[in-house]
């Protein structure tokens, strides 16, 4: 088993490379995911020698190439034109450490806010600029260039891609969500389910009614809002008396299954993952992912896995395992507040994941964690490595 640790630039660079590298090693950690390109974020950094926190509109941590349509990473002002992923990159060639990129897609609300009208569209016409539609031509002409600009000109043994998809499966998102309604997880699903030209002109080529899917969304998201119909409706069922919606949802996976296809093209020759399970991995169908389908363009699958207990991280893993029965599959694990509190939960969750087949452990996040929690890491490491 292979042991990683997600990180900000930031940290690595406020901290010195090699001083980093160090630490990851003699945690027992030989990979170093990267955040290369980013959302909007304010984070909290316990032992950063620099600052205590970082506040960044959604940035690339890199000088993007020139081959980029009408989308294009906007690189992160504090930079102030240097290019932080190439000094990394650069000091981390010369020690015993692999490092990979950490990549955000379609969660991007710099760029969704400078064109809406490439961000998913609710049912009752919404752009919803936190996320940028996959299925808009422009969007998948931008997440090609970004993967093939990573891999151009970096040397990442691994992308990792994180919503590169319909977003979260929900119409929120926003930095500052205010929505006294409750919707439950049906009324967020359906107000997130796009309807732009591109996603209607999808679905009307797969056979389905769009026009009838839409209704049917905005008459739910309403009888929900307005209490005629619980929130805490059973989605499964709900879907059963209305098929031209699932219809309509699944008329998504064509379109990821192609542009994943062409992702893989675009890494040229670095391994390819994706990240699921953020809201369940039994729940990737509401981000458009057919797990199984998208396991043959894909290297493997990153199972977030932010619990508190082994089982809870042990059914996740099984559950992509059944989904995806011959992906590799990979464990992302928070060994910190909110999710655990002492040394022996992140032993257990370690050893789970070891016991349920993972691959590899990732660990969130390098700067984000306190020294102690990191330490937790080393004995978890040690444990189940011998």
């Known amino acids: 088993m292979d042991f990683a640790m997600w990180a900000y630039p930031w940290d690595v660079l406020d901290e010195g490379v090699e001083r980093v590298s160090d630490r990851l090693l003699d945690l027992g950690v030989t990979e170093l995911n990267l955040a290369t390109n980013y959302h909007s974020v304010q984070a909290f950094l316990p032992h950063n020698p620099e600052r205590k926190t970082f506040f960044a509109r959604a940035s690339s941590y890199f000088q993007p190439g020139d081959e980029y349509g009408r989308l294009s990473p906007v690189p992160n002002e504090t930079m102030s034109g240097e290019d932080w992923v190439a000094r990394i990159d650069e000091r981390v060639a010369d020690a015993p450490l692999t490092l990979n990129s950490w990549t955000v897609g379609c969660h991007n609300s710099r760029l969704g806010m400078r064109h809406p009208d490439v961000t998913l569209t609710t049912p009752f016409g919404d752009s919803l600029v936190f996320g940028l539609c996959p299925s808009h031509p422009d969007v998948r002409e931008y997440l090609l260039a970004l993967v093939r600009d990573l891999t151009d000109r970096f040397t990442f043994d691994r992308i990792e891609l994180e919503t590169f998809d319909y977003f979260h499966g929900s119409g929120f998102g926003w930095h500052h969500d205010k929505y006294h309604t409750e919707l439950g ?13 591109y996603c209607r002109e999808h679905a009307r080529l797969a056979g389905v009614d769009a026009e009838r899917a839409r209704e049917r969304c905005r008459e739910t998201i309403t009888e929900i809002a307005e ?34 296809a062409a992702l893989a093209d675009a890494a040229n020759g670095a391994e390819l993952g994706y990240y699921t399970g953020f809201f369940g991995v039994e729940n990737a169908w509401m981000h458009g992912a057919d797990l199984r389908a998208l396991a043959d363009p894909l290297d493997y699958y990153t199972v977030i896995a932010y619990v508190s207990t082994r089982g809870e991280a042990v059914d996740r893993l099984h559950t992509a395992a059944a989904l995806a029965p011959d992906a590799s599959i990979h464990a992302g694990l928070l060994p910190g507040h909110p999710a655990v509190h002492d040394e022996a939960t992140v032993c257990d969750l370690v050893a789970g994941a070891a016991d349920a087949g993972a691959d590899r452990v990732s660990f969130y996040n390098y700067g984000l964690l306190p020294t102690r929690n990191l330490d937790w890491i080393e004995t978890a490491i040690k444990r189940v490595t011998g």
């Open 185 to 197: 997880a049906l009324g967020e699903f359906l107000f997130g389910l796009c309807f732009c030209d």
């Open 227 to 260: 209490g005629r119909l619980p929130a805490d409706v059973d989605v499964a069922g709900w879907f059963e008396s209305n098929p031209e919606v699932r219809a309509y949802a699944d008329a998504r996976t064509d379109t990821l299954e192609s542009l994943f």
